[in-house]
């Protein structure tokens, strides 16, 4: 009895640790964030420190020269894009009204329903009110404001990703040998020396492998939409880039953003609705063929543990959770696959389907050494 007592006990305990870490991993995003995305950084990068370092280039160089070409690439993207994006800024009302006006016939339903309500609500407001309300209305930043606080935010956590990474990749292999001697047994080296391997280099090839598909995708994007005639394309693909790594609901962000930006830039509605279609039909191409084609045979996860991966981080810390989530999740189903203990979170977060025959004709064998 006292023992089911104190497993239970234990099991509450389990619990409330593990909603302490998600309360915890809540209202530390700033500070978690950038760590997170350091340690990533620092293991998709780690075989090319190797391989640098077999050419007879040391890891702290090796670490400079690749954080440095990481660090000029997204500064030379960033200056391409920023200006667009501020002048967009101002011209988000005008671009509305110009929408607005060319979906006027889809449009008036929604305004009709719209003005009957507030006529109910103005005529429930005269009978019920004993006098006028007085109605304080808090004035909210612009959104170039809003815009340039995102930046400066985004930019703050990328330099410290960057920094952390650099540190890292420079180290060499200093923590895993750390990593390693913190274990007392041989076996217990051995098998932490391997999971952490493993993590890199599944990490690092997934990663890789998805920047380069969405590299690609984002310069077939903005190919298409330059043939199209549609103002700016290379933001566009920019933009193609960046979703792209956000699993489901990345081609969708992008398709809507770039189908309202051509109905605002071009005459025809028929010819902008081709945009939209035409990013659609990239990105489904790319992500039901390529992607499954190239990255399936290294990234074998459950489809269902991915989606509910992306929606919870998505809720936990927005879009940069959702970026981050899936890469968490190849580390995390390494680690269930090199520690006996989580074997059975890391048989469902596989993609494969179990065989039943085979482990029903295992089991006598297993019984074997009992008899």
């Known amino acids: 009895m006292i023992l089911k007592d104190i497993a239970a006990i234990r099991r509450l305990l389990e619990v409330l640790v593990l909603i302490a870490l998600f309360v915890t991993a809540y209202f530390a995003k700033d500070l978690l964030l950038p760590i997170l995305l350091g340690f990533i950084i620092a293991l998709t990068l780690s075989p090319l420190i190797r391989s640098l370092e077999k050419l007879g280039i040391a890891p702290p160089l090796g670490a400079v020269m690749l954080i440095g070409l990481v660090g000029l690439v997204i500064f030379v993207l960033a200056g391409l894009s920023a200006g667009t994006v501020a002048t967009w800024a101002d011209d988000i009302p005008s671009m509305g009204n110009e929408i607005r006006r060319k979906l006027q016939g889809w449009v008036q339903t929604v305004e009709n329903v719209r003005s009957a309500t507030e006529q109910v609500e103005q005529i429930t407001a005269e009978n019920g009110g004993n006098g006028a309300a007085e109605e304080v209305v808090v004035k ?121 930006y051509a109905i605002a830039s071009f005459d025809s509605l028929g010819y902008a609705i081709l945009a939209p279609i035409g990013y659609q039909i990239l990105t489904g191409v790319e992500g039901q063929f390529i992607t499954p084609y190239l990255v399936g045979r290294r990234l074998e996860l459950n489809t269902v543990a991915v989606f509910l991966t992306v929606v919870f981080w998505g809720w936990l810390w927005g879009i940069a959770g959702a970026l981050v989530a899936v890469p968490f999740l190849v580390v995390f189903k390494v680690i269930c696959e090199n520690v006996t203990a989580l074997n059975m979170i890391g048989h469902f977060l596989d993609k494969s389907s179990p065989d039943i025959t085979a482990t029903a004709a295992d089991e006598p064998a297993a019984e074997k050494p009992g008899a």
């Open 140 to 260: 909210q930043p612009g959104l170039l404001n809003n815009a340039m606080t995102a930046g400066a935010r985004i930019g703050g956590t990328v330099a410290v990703a960057l920094v952390l990474a650099l540190f890292l990749l420079a180290s060499g292999d200093m923590f895993y040998l750390k990593l390693v001697q913190s274990f007392q047994t041989f076996t217990g080296k051995k098998r932490a020396l391997k999971a952490v391997y493993d993590v890199e280099r599944r990490v690092s090839r997934y990663l890789l492998t998805i920047t380069i598909i969405n590299a690609g995708l984002g310069i077939s994007v903005g190919l298409y939409l330059f043939a199209l005639g549609l103002p700016v394309p290379y933001v566009w693909g920019l933009a193609a880039f960046l979703l792209n790594f956000l699993p489901y609901i990345g081609g969708v962000i992008g398709a809507v953003l770039v189908g309202a």
